[in-house]
């Protein structure tokens, strides 16, 4: 747990960057920092690891001042990774993962192996290892960054727009990935970043911070996007609020309707004109086909291809893209195994959209 109480900085030049901040980033839970750009948002997070120094107010690491706390002990228990990973140009990819545990004097060998581990983590193949950061791609480096602060395994992990400076797509499959490692590891984490999807995306906890570091809210995404605090945070958060507030409904309670199935390659009984979900030879759905009353086997050029829905894992949003897409407006809906589970109409996005916009209507917000 990392604890700001009262925090405050000025620089010499009278600017206010963190104007009285308090906030605690949970063990083993991603806490965001967003807001726009010159809002203390990197001033906030290097003063956790002393880069610098706050004017006022205490931040604890796991209880303990970091500023009663020696300031290298403190350090090798925070894992750091800054936009462009910022990689020692004249270093090899393998040296730079090991540049802490060899300032640790930990072992050489155990250390390059727990290295090429980590590079793997990351979805780097070994043959990166002896690589220079010159030779990658941006979206490499900062894998690269990554693992670098992962390998003296600190508890906590402070990351500054780790994923700003790489394409959107790279950005996803980051993100993605990122997420996928901190699901194992579950590293105390706090992340900046001006983009509000992303902040939606990977925190548990996110804290929105306006102008002059002044903390505009704390809440969870969901909370968050039901509920603004007041007009800058709705702002903030766009247009979309409604749309992203669906990807925090979880259709797991959902009551799941029946269709008729169908192998690929089999013909089916279903009376002509009646839908049917296509299954592949292990029966998990495809898509969806219109029984002729032929009884002809169903060929696969017949199939609408469609996106299912995970029953455990699927949202409303995911719910009303899947309806969105299908030709007859149902969703398909599989279980963990990917086989077919039963169907959703979207309706209950809508019948459910006033539970999840109440908070955003009570808050009194002008429309
Ligand atoms: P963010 O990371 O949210 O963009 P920063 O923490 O970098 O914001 O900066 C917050 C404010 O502090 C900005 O107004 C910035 O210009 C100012 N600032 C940052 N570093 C310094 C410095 N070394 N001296 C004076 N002002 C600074
Ligand atoms: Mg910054």
Redesign the pocket.
């Known amino acids: 747990m990392i604890e700001f109480t009262n925090v405050v ?1 000025t ?3 009278g ?1 206010t ?2 104007a009285d901040l308090s906030f605690v980033a949970p063990t083993g839970k991603i806490t965001v ?1 967003v ?12 003063m956790v690891n002393r880069l ?1 120094e706050q004017t006022s107010g205490s931040i604890l690491l796991g209880g303990e001042d970091n500023a009663q706390t020696d300031t290298i002990q403190m350090r090798r228990k925070i894992g750091y990774v800054i936009q462009n990973a910022g990689l020692f140009p004249h270093q090899t990819v393998l040296d730079n993962v090991c540049a802490v545990p060899y300032l640790n004097k930990s072992d050489k060998q155990a250390s390059r192996d727990r290295a090429l581990e980590l590079l793997e983590l990351v979805g780097l193949d070994r043959g990166y290892a002896s690589r220079y950061p010159w030779q990658l791609s941006g979206g490499q480096q900062q894998r690269v960054g990554v693992a670098r602060a992962l390998a003296a395994d600190p508890p906590y992990m402070l990351m ?2 780790p994923f700003s400076a790489v394409d959107p797509i790279v950005r996803k499959q980051l993100q993605a990935e990122f997420l996928r490692i901190q699901a194992d590891l579950a590293k105390t984490i706090v992340m ?1 970043t ?1 983009d509000i999807d992303e902040a939606l995306k990977l925190g548990d906890q996110i804290v929105v ?1 306006k ?1 002059g ?1 002044i903390l505009a809210q704390i809440g969870s995404p969901a909370e968050i996007l039901a509920a603004p605090a007041d007009r800058f945070v709705a702002d903030f958060l766009g247009e979309s609020r409604g749309y992203h507030a669906l990807n925090f409904a979880s259709i797991a309670e959902l009551e799941l309707q029946p269709a008729p199935t169908v192998r690929l390659g089999e013909s089916s009984a279903a009376g002509a004109g009646t839908w049917i979900v296509a299954c592949d030879a292990n029966d998990r759905p495809l898509g969806w086909v219109r029984a002729d009353g032929s009884g002809e086997a169903v060929a696969a050029g017949r199939v609408t291809i469609a996106q299912n829905v995970s029953q455990s894992r699927g949202n409303h949003r995911e719910l009303l893209d899947a309806a969105l897409t299908s030709p007859n407006g149902l969703a398909i809906v599989v279980d963990e195994q990917g086989g077919f589970a039963g169907t959703l109409s979207p309706d209950v996005v809508i019948r459910d959209a006033a539970a999840i916009g109440r908070g955003a209507r009570e808050s009194g917000l002008p429309s």
């Open positions: 900085k620089y010499d030049n600017t960057a963190v920092l807001g726009p750009s010159g809002c203390g948002k990197t001033t906030t997070l290097r610098i500054d727009e900046v001006h911070l102008e570091g």
